[in-house]
């Protein structure tokens, strides 16, 4: 019996030695996968670490190359057409910055842009332009000379009469963005597209009126006026038929553009390449004449004045009808609006008044230049605060938004006609927040002005800096991308009738070099909110009807 039991004792003892070394061996086992284990969440996190460092990096850099590439396209479409250029000494200031400095400048100045605030200043350089455009003529300045003036800025490409229009062109617009590309509109009821850089036409919008094909006659289809949208997408044309039409002028392809941009170079038509997308909506309303239609800057507010004494508002992002202005006693001729701080449209109209439109407070201001002055024929928003207005009696005008009478006043701007009466300013137009302005008679010139509004009454002057030979009616300007060129219609009748007739004028669509040198842009900010100050007394306020 005892030496049964010794072997399974030592059998038992045997057993229970293996068990525990099977489980020291797995607690080793554990303590060396834990160790492991360990050894890989350090790894792990470290490796965390690292990546998240990379990350943060690569988010920086990231940034950087974003911010680069915005201000690379800013700088390709910059949709300025005000900008101006500088000083050499800005050069190197620009040159001595690095690119962290170069981009906070760039941004400070688009920021001051989008509010209304950025000055650009063009006039002096546009000014010493044409006066070197004017030392390559060896001829007389007399006024009997201007034919031979004409001619030798032709001939020294200084200036391009385009020709299309049968009738007096009345109306220009230039596509906003870029400036490659000008609209024309004429009494013979056409719609003409331009390629700028080459003076050629681009495309035919409307073709000119055909008894055999229309059905209207042709006074009714007179196109009066016209205004293309800050984006280039729009255009809005109004006429005698009391409508406002919006055309899309977008290309439905860019290799039909390009083709057609080359035939255009080569002197070919290109209407067969170019392919507009067309009429979008006709507005109507007006019981009148479309005499006037301006945009508002940066925005697709559009604002139609009439005959009837109304001016209408459409939002065209909703190609939608808003509301009707009353308040003019008589047929409106001109209506401007930068309105980048403001919603404020400007008019004018034959009760000799200008207004300005608060549209947020439902009144409107008057302005009334007093019993001698005559009314206005044209008018152009230079700023938020000022704007411009040509009467018909020669006297060229700036006003500030919170004065009653004009600060500045510039009597027979075009000089007297044969009758010994001044000649009444038929079109002005301003390049929006800068200091350059030009205006248009039948004298034979277009005249280009400095506008200078300082803070002080001292400061406020319009100051001639030259003119350029255009034989007829200038009946509309529009000034290119940094005061580079301009656009104008140029004919042998007035806009709005034909109660005068320049002889041996031609219909054409101007293209006038301002600026040959296209140096770097000085920059100033508008600090001052150009208030009044108490020498005269605000404009009167009055209720505004709606519909």
Same mark, same amino acid.
């Given at each position: 019996?005892?030496?049964?039991?010794?072997?399974?004792?030592?059998?038992?003892?045997?057993?229970?030695?293996?068990? /525990?070394?099977?489980?020291?061996?797995?607690?080793?086992?554990? =303590?060396?996968?834990?160790?492991?284990?360990?050894?890989?969440?350090?790894?792990?996190?470290?490796?965390?670490?690292?990546?998240?460092?990379?990350?943060?990096?690569?988010?920086?850099?990231?940034?950087?190359?974003?911010?680069?590439?915005?201000?690379?396209?800013?700088?390709?479409?910059?949709?300025?057409?005000?900008?101006?250029?500088?000083?050499?000494?800005?050069?190197?200031?620009?040159?001595?910055?690095?690119?962290?400095?170069?981009?906070?400048?760039?941004?400070?100045?688009?920021?001051?842009?989008?509010?209304?605030?950025?000055?650009?200043?063009?006039?002096?350089?546009?000014?010493?332009?044409?006066?070197?455009?004017?030392?390559?003529?060896?001829?007389?300045?007399?006024?009997?000379?201007?034919?031979?003036?004409?001619?030798?800025?032709?001939?020294?490409?200084?200036?391009?009469?385009?020709?299309?229009? =049968?009738?007096?062109?009345?109306?220009?617009?230039?596509?906003?963005?870029?400036?490659?590309?000008?609209?024309?509109?004429?009494?013979?009821?056409?719609?003409?597209?331009?390629?700028?850089?080459?003076?050629?036409?681009?495309?035919?919008?409307?073709?000119?009126?055909?008894?055999?094909?229309?059905?209207?006659?042709?006074?009714?289809?007179?196109?009066?006026?016209?205004?293309?949208?800050?984006?280039?997408?729009?255009?809005?044309?109004?006429?005698?038929?009391?409508?406002?039409?919006?055309?899309?002028?977008?290309?439905?392809?860019?290799?039909?553009?390009?083709?057609?941009?080359?035939?255009?170079?080569?002197?070919?038509?290109?209407?067969?390449?170019?392919?507009?997308?067309?009429?979008?909506?006709?507005?109507?309303?007006?019981?009148?004449?479309?005499?006037?239609?301006?945009?508002?800057?940066?925005?697709?507010?559009?604002?139609?004045?009439?005959?009837?004494?109304?001016?209408?508002?459409?939002?065209?992002?909703?190609?939608?009808?808003?509301?009707?202005?009353? /308040?003019?006693?008589?047929?409106?001729?001109?209506?401007?609006?930068?309105?980048?701080?403001?919603?404020?449209?400007?008019?004018?109209?034959?009760?000799?008044?200008?207004?300005?439109?608060?549209?947020?407070?439902?009144?409107?201001?008057?302005?009334?230049?007093?019993?001698?002055?005559?009314?206005?024929?044209?008018?152009?928003?230079?700023?938020?605060?000022?704007?411009?207005?040509?009467?018909?009696?020669?006297?060229?005008?700036?006003?500030?938004?919170?004065?009653?009478?004009?600060?500045?006043?510039?009597?027979?701007?075009?000089?007297?006609?044969?009758?010994?009466?001044?000649?009444?300013?038929?079109?002005?137009?301003?390049?929006?927040?800068?200091?350059?302005?030009?205006?248009?008679?039948? =004298?034979?010139?277009?005249?280009?002005?400095?506008?200078?509004?300082?803070?002080?009454?001292?400061?406020?002057?319009?100051?001639?800096? /030259?003119?350029?030979?255009?034989?007829?009616?200038?009946?509309?300007?529009?000034?290119?991308?940094?005061?580079?060129?301009?656009?104008?219609?140029?004919?042998?009748?007035?806009?709005?009738?034909?109660?005068?007739?320049?002889?041996?004028?031609?219909?054409?669509?101007?293209?006038?070099?301002?600026?040959?040198?296209?140096?770097?842009?000085?920059?100033?900010?508008?600090?001052?909110?150009?208030?009044?100050?108490?020498?005269?007394?605000?404009?009167?306020?009055?209720?505004?009807?709606?519909?």
């Amino acid at each position: 019996m005892k030496s049964m039991k010794k072997p399974n004792t030592a059998i038992d003892f045997t057993l229970h030695d293996n068990e /525990g070394n099977r489980k020291s061996n797995s607690k080793r086992d554990e =303590d060396i996968l834990s160790s492991d284990d360990e050894d890989d969440r350090e790894e792990d996190s470290d490796s965390m670490i690292e990546s998240s460092e990379d990350e943060k990096e690569t988010a920086d850099a990231k940034k950087i190359r974003m911010a680069r590439e915005y201000l690379a396209k800013m700088e390709e479409h910059d949709d300025d057409s005000s900008s101006a250029p500088s000083s050499g000494d800005e050069d190197g200031d620009d040159d001595m910055m690095n690119d962290d400095e170069r981009i906070s400048k760039k941004l400070e100045k688009r920021r001051l842009k989008q509010q209304g605030l950025y000055q650009r200043m063009v006039a002096s350089e546009v000014q010493s332009s044409v006066e070197s455009c004017w030392r390559d003529y060896n001829g007389s300045s007399s006024s009997a000379e201007v034919r031979e003036q004409a001619q030798s800025w032709i001939q020294n490409d200084h200036l391009k009469l385009c020709r299309g229009h =049968d009738l007096t062109p009345t109306c220009v617009a230039l596509h906003a963005p870029t400036g490659t590309v000008a609209y024309s509109a004429s009494k013979d009821n056409s719609i003409l597209m331009w390629d700028v850089e080459n003076q050629k036409r681009l495309h035919t919008i409307i073709p000119r009126w055909n008894p055999k094909d229309c059905e209207y006659t042709r006074n009714s289809g007179e196109v009066l006026a016209m205004c293309a949208s800050d984006d280039g997408r729009y255009l809005a044309v109004g006429g005698r038929d009391a409508t406002v039409k919006i055309y899309d002028v977008r290309q439905r392809s860019n290799t039909n553009n390009a083709v057609a941009m080359e035939s255009a170079s080569k002197g070919g038509n290109s209407n067969t390449a170019i392919n507009i997308r067309g009429i979008v909506t006709t507005f109507e309303g007006h019981k009148g004449p479309v005499t006037a239609l301006a945009f508002r800057s940066q925005s697709r507010q559009l604002f139609s004045g009439s005959d009837d004494r109304c001016i209408r508002h459409y939002n065209l992002e909703e190609m939608a009808y808003i509301e009707t202005l009353y /308040g003019h006693q008589n047929g409106i001729t001109g209506i401007a609006c930068h309105g980048i701080r403001y919603e404020m449209p400007y008019s004018v109209a034959r009760d000799r008044t200008a207004r300005a439109w608060k549209l947020a407070e439902e009144t409107h201001m008057i302005y009334r230049g007093g019993a001698k002055i005559s009314s206005a024929d044209c008018i152009s928003a230079i700023k938020d605060d000022y704007f411009l207005t040509g009467h018909d009696d020669g006297v060229f005008s700036m006003w500030l938004k919170d004065k009653k009478k004009a600060v500045v006043t510039v009597q027979q701007a075009h000089g007297k006609g044969t009758n010994s009466l001044p000649r009444g300013i038929v079109s002005c137009a301003s390049l929006g927040g800068s200091d350059f302005a030009a205006t248009g008679s039948n =004298d034979g010139y277009l005249r280009l002005w400095k506008v200078s509004t300082g803070e002080r009454a001292s400061g406020r002057k319009l100051d001639s800096i /030259g003119k350029i030979p255009l034989i007829g009616y200038i009946n509309d300007i529009a000034i290119g991308p940094k005061a580079r060129f301009c656009v104008a219609a140029v004919g042998q009748e007035p806009r709005l009738g034909r109660w005068d007739r320049v002889p041996g004028a031609k219909n054409r669509v101007a293209i006038v070099q301002l600026s040959r040198e296209n140096s770097d842009e000085s920059e100033s900010k508008n600090n001052n909110l150009n208030e009044g100050d108490d020498e005269s007394s605000k404009g009167d306020e009055i209720g505004q009807l709606e519909v």
